[in-house]
T-cell receptor, first 111, second 114 residues
């Protein structure tokens, strides 16, 4: 079973920041938080991951709370092409960690 | 183009047919994966290969048979499938099995069983 809880869907205006929340209250010390997205009819695309520090790359920022029980993926300036299902995944960083997908959040970016 | 190539993109097959899905990566990754995505369901992990050895088989019916001849290629052989096997089949690779690395996915094969 997925270890995360995400809203089923969200809307965001084009050009605005999209903030996607994720709860992972049972996360353990060696588990990372990963974010992927899946645009319709394509394979999932890796976005970003982190352990406890906030992370930023060219696609997004990841904010992890101090207790690590929740996180937020931030797309700073959403475009129509960012419309996708966004998956928050908790995964063990050790040798037994598989990538298990939940239902994700369907983000719709509107003009 | 993600670096993981899947062929064919679309496949229609009868229940008595035998077909194969192919996945190829030249990213230098050591682990490869098959996932299944049925309509309105989360992705399901089917098989995991690490350094060409199968390390996981998640209770997948025997009508699905994986093959990993080398670290760059992964096949999924299909025979006597059922209509409920119609789905998007996704291949992925990662630097190593486990560890803190992201997965790279292909675009998938859309399979329809008639």
């Amino acid at each position: 079973d997925a270890k995360t809880t995400q809203p089923t869907s969200m809307d965001c205006a084009e050009g605005r920041a999209a903030n996607l929340p994720c709860n992972h209250s049972t996360i353990s010390g060696n588990e990372y938080v990963y974010w992927y997205r899946q645009i319709h009819s394509q394979g999932p695309q890796y976005i970003i991951h982190g352990l406890k520090n906030n992370e930023t790359n060219e696609m997004a920022s990841l904010i992890i709370t101090e207790d690590r029980k929740s996180s937020t993926l931030i797309l700073p300036h959403a475009t129509l092409r960012d419309t996708a299902v966004y998956y928050c995944i908790v995964r063990d960083g050790g040798s037994q960690g598989n990538l298990i997908f939940g239902k994700g959040t369907k983000l719709s970016v509107k003009p | 183009e993600t670096g993981v190539t899947q062929t064919p993109r679309h496949l229609v097959m009868g229940m008595t047919n035998k077909k194969s899905l192919k996945c190829e990566q030249h990213l230098g990754h050591n682990a490869m994966y098959w996932y299944k995505q049925s309509a309105k369901k989360p992705l399901e992990l089917m098989f995991v290969y690490s350094l060409e050895e199968r390390v996981e088989n998640n209770s997948v019916p025997s009508r699905f048979s994986p093959e990993c001849p080398n670290s760059s290629h992964l096949f999924l052989h299909l025979h006597t499938l059922q209509p409920e096997d119609s789905a998007l089949y996704l291949c992925a690779s990662s630097q190593d099995f486990g560890g803190g690395y992201g997965y790279t996915f292909g675009s998938g094969t859309r399979l329809t069983v008639v």
